[in-house]
Nanobody, 111 residues
Framework: QVQLVESGGGLVQPGGSLRLSCAAS????????LGWYRQAPGKQREFVAH???????NYADSVKGRFTISSDNAKNTVHLQMNNLKPEDTAVYYC?????WGQGTQVTVSS
């Protein structure tokens, strides 16, 4: 069983920054791909970014140049640095590894 716990969400003004973290745990856990998804009210969950255990990253076009995903493999933790946030980034952000999802953390961008 894998547990994913997100943290770091909150309320921020447009143009501001937030850093999300996802701590993964479970017996003999080692990830291949850890990703972030988000779901805004009334919309489907969408891909944001992912990183492989080898450090290869991929981003949705909507966040390229503003978000950066990184990992600490020794701690099984993945971070999402979000800069220049926009109101349309408002959503619940979920960490994902294969079939497993975290509980989500709310990000609200509003003045």
């Amino acid at each position: 069983q894998v547990q994913l716990v997100e943290s770091g969400g909150g309320l921020v003004q447009p143009g501001g920054s937030l850093r999300l973290s996802c701590a993964a745990s479970g017996s003999a856990f080692s990830f291949y791909v850890l990703g972030w998804y988000r779901q805004a009210p009334g919309k489907q969950r969408e891909f944001v970014a992912h990183i492989t255990s080898g450090g290869i990253t991929n981003y949705a076009d909507s966040v390229k140049g503003r978000f950066t995903i990184s990992s600490d493999n020794a701690k099984n933790t993945v971070h999402l640095q979000m800069n220049n946030l926009k109101p349309e980034d408002t959503a619940v952000y979920y960490c994902n590894e294969g079939l497993y999802w975290g509980q989500g953390t709310q990000v609200t961008v509003s003045s």
